[in-house]
């Protein structure tokens, strides 16, 4: 495994497609998208001060999205730690596998899109910050 960094994550700009009636953001495969989505699932009614996520994953890459309200993301590569507030709904975080990631501070009623190139498979998660130290470091 290549030694991913924070700096390996980054904010993908959607198109926005503006009218009068509400906007419109187009989402395609391999196209604004740099993997295949497998899987999609959303995050919502998250109590007030909750943090979500804690967990890396070895092979899965993810997009997540604050499709209403805000949230922050942090992330840790086992060295370095970066936050990144995720607050449009045009703009998604991609974190690839290898990254500590937690989201934490969300708004009243936020809603977190994960667009994700895995299905589900719970050997892919890494849910031990010190396991996963030791998965980064081996």
Excluded at 5 to 15: D, M, Y
Aim: hydrophobic share 35%; proline share 5%.
């Amino acid at each position: 495994m290549y030694k991913v960094t924070v700096f390996n994550c980054s904010l993908i700009e959607f198109p926005k497609i503006q009218n009068r009636a509400g906007n419109i953001t187009p989402i395609t495969n391999l196209k604004e998208v740099p993997f295949e989505i497998k899987r999609i699932f959303y995050i919502y009614d998250i109590p007030g001060g909750e943090d979500r996520g804690g967990h890396a994953h070895k092979k899965c890459h993810q997009i997540l999205v604050a499709v209403s309200g805000s949230f922050e993301v942090e992330l840790d590569d086992g060295m370095l730690k970066k936050t990144v507030l995720i607050n449009r709904p045009y703009y998604g975080l991609h974190i690839p596998p290898g990254i500590w990631a937690k989201e934490k501070s969300f708004s009243s009623g936020a809603i977190c899109l994960v667009l994700a190139s895995e299905v589900y498979d719970e050997e892919d998660y890494i849910r031990e910050y010190e396991l996963f130290k030791s998965y980064k470091f081996q």
